[in-house]
């Protein structure tokens, strides 16, 4: 099973500022990481597939980059409703693992 | 538009048995996978299986393997996570999810049901 690992666990920024947010991949996933956003009492929301394509209604400030073992999501300059848990997610051989997730929240 | 409805909220003793369910509109039910995810309380989210409705191929995450069943009914698009005998760890919110046939992610996501086990 391929494990995913999110860091930071925590981010805490401001309104307006940037966030980096990792997931590191036990082995390669080749592009085929995916992004969601949740917010408190919501279900998930898929922001990034192929570790790049933004998703239907996504603002451009989200972005995604990496292969292979190292992905990163960007948040160019974070909204209020930015402050959330990210999670990324892979499928290997009929197996789908999500990361620990990062939450960013208000400094 | 693309809807996943799930059943409500349960409320349930231990050794009890329980089915949710999740129905899904505005797409081609049978032409999707309908995975489930559990979110224990204040945790992460877990993959537990996933079903493609067409033809009722099902898989199961080992940790979730003999533990919960995963189940649909094309005729009335709806997809289904059981259990047999609940136990106080299977508190948790549960969604499901719908994935495409050539792709990994999951783009639409049913609203949750909270299961609560509690003698």
């Known amino acids: 099973e391929i494990v995913l690992t999110q860091s930071p666990a925590t981010l805490s920024l401001s309104p307006g500022e940037r966030a980096t947010l990792s997931c590191r991949a036990s082995?390669?996933?080749?592009?085929?990481l995916a992004w969601y956003q949740q917010k408190p009492g919501q279900a998930p929301r898929l922001l990034i597939y192929?570790?790049?394509n933004r998703a239907t209604g996504i603002p451009a400030r989200f972005s995604g980059s990496g292969s292979g073992t190292d992905f990163t999501l960007t948040i160019s300059s974070l909204e209020p409703e930015d402050f959330a848990v990210y999670y990324c997610?892979?499928?290997?051989?009929?197996?789908?693992?999500f990361g620990q997730g990062t939450k960013v929240e208000i400094k | 538009e693309v809807q996943l409805v799930q059943s409500g909220a349960e409320v349930k003793k231990p050794g009890e048995s329980l089915k949710i369910s999740c129905k899904g509109s505005?797409?081609?039910?049978?032409?999707?996978?309908i995975g489930w995810v559990r979110q224990m309380p204040g945790k992460g989210l877990e993959w537990m299986g996933i079903i493609y409705p067409g033809d009722s191929d099902t898989r199961y995450s080992p940790s979730f393997q003999g533990q919960v069943t995963i189940s649909a009914d094309k005729s009335i698009s709806t997809a289904y996570l059981q259990w047999s005998s609940l136990k106080a760890s299977d508190t948790a919110m549960y969604y499901c999810?719908?994935?495409?046939?050539?792709?990994?992610?999951?783009?639409?996501w049913g609203q949750g049901t909270l299961v609560t086990v509690s003698s």
């Open positions: 082995q390669s996933v080749s592009s085929y």
């Open positions: 999810a719908r994935q495409g046939t050539l792709v990994y992610y999951f783009d639409y």
């Open positions: 505005g797409y081609s039910f049978t032409s999707y996978w």
């Open positions: 997610q892979q499928r290997s051989n009929w197996s789908w693992t």
């Open positions: 192929d570790a790049s």
